[in-house]
């Protein structure tokens, strides 16, 4: 075999010899390809027994579906695991209901915890949020000594309650119910307790936009007094202990840790020999879902002159940065505080939501969905001008 195989080759030069130069270039073109084919398959087919476990490797297992690695956890199942909520890719926190009688809490959210301060909705964008339900909630939790006035009986009346601090508490706590009723309860239970047993058709609760109209009455606006009185105490023996012991699951340990947004705006041009902006009216302006500038616990000095002084703060932007975020004088800047929040009972029906700094760095950001950050500054070291 092996003479045979040498006399093929020694035909295969001899012929080369004897061709044209040119018939000669294909010839060792073709030669070359085929060799190269031959190293190719040569390669692949050791490969397929390596990958396919006919070789000495052993064979690699199957990826689990569903999961990127199995060593690793996100974010979102970290919060999970210590909070009573679920985070979703849209900014928002959702509170599970207790049972099928309920709809969940939803709130907007910052990095997988609550956000407070300044919100950003946007009608048809937006997951809607549930901030009445939420504020009901944990205000049911931490006046209990006002529900513990609570007439579980009857509706108190609003006629000769002066001077009753007892009745006032209980008109307070059924009036706060009606509102966590109608903002936590199904669709099905509001029909229920809401809506006249005899009428021709269902009450609707929702406005135009799709948001829960507001409830005045129990048992429905036409009933008289006994069928409210009904209505009342049946979501007081059904409801009212599942409310408790769901406004329990927040603030577990009496504080919560947030975000808060407040909203600033850039005081002039962009500061070239310092490399950054200038930002004014921090805390002046915006919302103030749950949290309030006046009740901002602060300790250090430059803390306290940013709560009480209108100076303006710096913050640090390379120009072209500065350049792409096209930023004028007055255009509004968002300002982000990582704060530990904190319920001071002022009255029987009254909370004031204390916070203070959870960490010294400031965000800042040019859009109020919080998507384009701008950059921090670490309040320790924060400059300040008037």
Not at 28 to 51: F, N, P
Not at 240 to 257: A, K, M, R, V
Not at 354 to 381: A, H, N, V
Request: proline content about 4%; overall charge positive; glycine content about 4%.
């Amino acid at each position: 075999m092996k003479l045979i195989k040498t006399n093929a080759v020694l035909i295969v030069t001899m012929l080369g010899t004897l061709m044209p130069v040119s018939a000669q270039g294909q010839f060792l073109k073709k030669l070359k390809k085929s060799v190269e084919d031959k190293v190719v398959k040569t390669a692949s087919d050791k490969t397929d027994k390596l990958l396919n476990g006919n070789g000495a490797a052993a064979s690699v297992p199957d990826a689990k579906p569903g999961r990127v690695s199995d060593n690793k956890t996100s974010q979102s199942e970290k919060v999970d695991k210590k909070a009573p909520f679920a985070v979703n890719d849209q900014n928002i926190l959702t509170f599970k209901a207790p049972s099928k009688d309920f709809r969940d809490v939803v709130i907007q959210a910052h990095k997988g915890l609550p956000r407070y301060g300044d919100l950003y909705f946007l009608r048809g964008t937006t997951t809607p949020t549930m901030n009445k339900a939420y504020e009901a909630l944990l205000e049911l939790k931490f006046l209990e000594n006002t529900f513990k006035d609570l007439d579980r009986s009857k509706l108190t009346k609003h006629q000769n309650i002066s001077g009753d601090l007892e009745k006032k508490n209980s008109v307070f706590a059924q009036n706060h119910l009606l509102i966590l009723a109608r903002e936590t309860l199904s669709d099905e239970k509001l029909q229920e307790y809401f809506c006249d047993s005899e009428a021709k058709s269902p009450c609707n609760f929702y406005n135009s936009a799709g948001e829960r109209s507001r409830v005045s009455y129990w048992g429905g606006t036409h009933n008289n007094e006994f069928a409210q009185n009904r209505s009342y105490t049946k979501f007081i023996k059904n409801h009212y202990g599942t409310l408790q012991t769901w406004s329990n699951s927040f603030y577990e340990d009496g504080s919560q840790i947030a975000y808060f947004v407040a909203r600033g705006t850039v005081a002039e041009k962009y500061d070239f020999k310092n490399k950054g902006f200038w930002i004014v009216n921090i805390f002046s302006v915006g919302g103030d879902f749950i949290l309030h500038k006046s009740n901002f616990m602060a300790y250090s000095e430059n803390e306290k002159t940013l709560k009480n002084y209108s100076k303006k703060v710096f913050l640090p932007v390379e120009p072209t940065a500065a350049k792409a975020f096209n930023l004028i004088e007055r255009s509004p800047v968002f300002v982000v505080f990582k704060v530990k929040v904190t319920p001071n009972v002022t009255s029987p029906t009254h909370i004031a939501w204390e916070f203070e700094m959870e960490d010294t760095i400031m965000e800042f950001y040019k859009d109020s969905p919080l998507s384009q950050k701008m950059g921090e500054s670490d309040i320790r070291t924060i400059k300040f001008k008037d």
